[in-house]
T-cell receptor, first 117, second 109 residues
C-alpha cells in the first residue's frame, strides 16, 4: 500500500505556543490531504480538507485561524496549531488520497499525539 | 447534516463466535464504504471496503454487505480471535468523509 508519514509522532508543549505537524506521502502524489482529530475513546473527526495549491476547506466549528493548513506540494501538507491550549490536546491524524489505490481510498499517517500543558 | 450511525458501541464475543457491526449513513452521494480497525494509539488500518455498485464482499473471515436503498452497511467477522480485539470504524465517503462513532470489540479467549 501507499505510505504516509507524519512528524512529529509526539509533542508536548506549553500553553500559548504554536506547533507544526507535517504529513508526507512518501511514494505517491497526494492531490488531497485530510486532517482529523481524535479525542480519547472517540471517533475521527474531520477538521479540514486540503487540495494541493489551494486553500483548505474547514469543517464547521473548526477555526481556520487557529488550525493553519498548508498543502504546498503534492507530497506535503502541514497543520499548525497556533497558540495551543490544553483543550487542543488530542491525537491528530492526516490521510492522503491521490494517484495510488482506488478512487476515494485514503491512506492514513501514523498520527501525532499533542499534549499542551 | 450528513452523519453515520454505528452500532453497537461495545461488543463482547467468545473466541470462535461471529461479530456483526452495523452502520447507517445519510448522504446519498456516498459511494465508498471502508471499514477500519484501530488499535490503541495507532493509525486506523483499512480491513475491507465496498463500493456502491456491489452488494457484498468477502475477504477470508471478514465480509461486508451494503444495502444502498436502505443506506445500511455491515461488517461481519467470523471465527473471531483475541487479536481481533480493537476499535472498528465504518466510514461513508463521497464528497465528504464521515466516520461512525466506533465499536469496541472484545474477543474473550
Amino acid at each position: 500500500g501507499a505510505v504516509v508519514s507524519q512528524h512529529p509522532s509526539r509533542v508536548i508543549c506549553k500553553s500559548g505556543t504554536s506547533v507544526k505537524i507535517e504529513c508526507r506521502s512518501l511514494d505517491f502524489q497526494a492531490t488531497t490531504m485530510f486532517w482529523y482529530r481524535q479525542f480519547p475513546k472517540q471517533s475521527l473527526m474531520l477538521m479540514a480538507t486540503s487540495n494541493e495549491g489551494s486553500k483548505a476547506t474547514y469543517e464547521q466549528g473548526v477555526e481556520k485561524d487557529k488550525f493553519l493548513i498548508n498543502h504546498a506540494s503534492l507530497t506535503l501538507s502541514t497543520l499548525t496549531v497556533t497558540s495551543a491550549h490544553p483543550e487542543d490536546s488530542s491525537f491528530y491524524i492526516c490521510s492522503a488520497r491521490g494517484n495510488r489505490g482506488l478512487d476515494n481510498e485514503q491512506f492514513f499517517g501514523p498520527g501525532t499525539r499533542l499534549t499542551v500543558l | 447534516g450528513e452523519n453515520v450511525e454505528q452500532h453497537p458501541s461495545t461488543l463482547s464475543v467468545q473466541e470462535g463466535d461471529s461479530a456483526v457491526i452495523k452502520c447507517t449513513y445519510s448522504d446519498s452521494a456516498s459511494n465508498y464504504f471502508p471499514w477500519y480497525k484501530q488499535e490503541l494509539g495507532k493509525r486506523p488500518q483499512l480491513i475491507i471496503d465496498i463500493r456502491s455498485n456491489v452488494g457484498e464482499k468477502k475477504d477470508q473471515r471478514i465480509a461486508v454487505t451494503l444495502n444502498k436503498t436502505a443506506k445500511h452497511f455491515s461488517l461481519h467477522i467470523t471465527e473471531t480471535q483475541p487479536e481481533d480485539s480493537a476499535v472498528y470504524f465504518c466510514a461513508a465517503m463521497g464528497f465528504k468523509t464521515i466516520f461512525g462513532a466506533g465499536t469496541r470489540l472484545f474477543v474473550k479467549a
